[in-house]
């Protein structure tokens, strides 16, 4: 089993910035894709970015030029930085582990943009 724990979401105005982070822990292999999906209210989850432990990255278009994801493989723990917020990007955020065989999810985290 692996747990994620996401932080970092809230309430922010249009343009401004936030930063998610997602630390995940138990049976973690080293192999492993993380990142994040979100979900807007009626809407279908949707890709927002992810990265693999060996640093190939893949990221929705409509978050290209303003989210960059990183991560730490020491830590386990996985970073969206959102710049440029729009009202759009409003959803609950969540974080994503997979590896080989497995994909478990975090509970989620709620991003509001608005003013």
């Known amino acids: 089993q692996v747990q994620l724990v996401e932080s970092g979401g809230g309430l922010v105005q249009p343009g401004g910035s936030l930063r998610l982070s997602c630390a995940a822990s138990?049976?973690?292999?080293?192999?492993?894709?993380m990142g994040w999906y979100r979900q807007a209210p009626g809407k279908e989850r949707e890709l927002v970015a992810t990265l693999t432990s060996g640093g190939s990255t893949n990221s929705a278009d409509s978050v290209k030029g303003r989210f960059t994801t990183s991560r730490d493989n020491a830590k386990n723990t996985v970073y969206l930085q959102m710049n440029s917020l729009k009202p759009e990007d409003t959803a609950v955020y969540y974080c994503?582990?997979?590896?080989?065989?497995?994909?478990?999810w975090g509970q989620g985290t709620q991003v509001t943009v608005s003013s």
């Open positions: 994503n582990y997979r590896d080989y065989s497995r994909s478990y």
């Open positions: 138990g049976s973690v292999f080293s192999g492993n894709t």
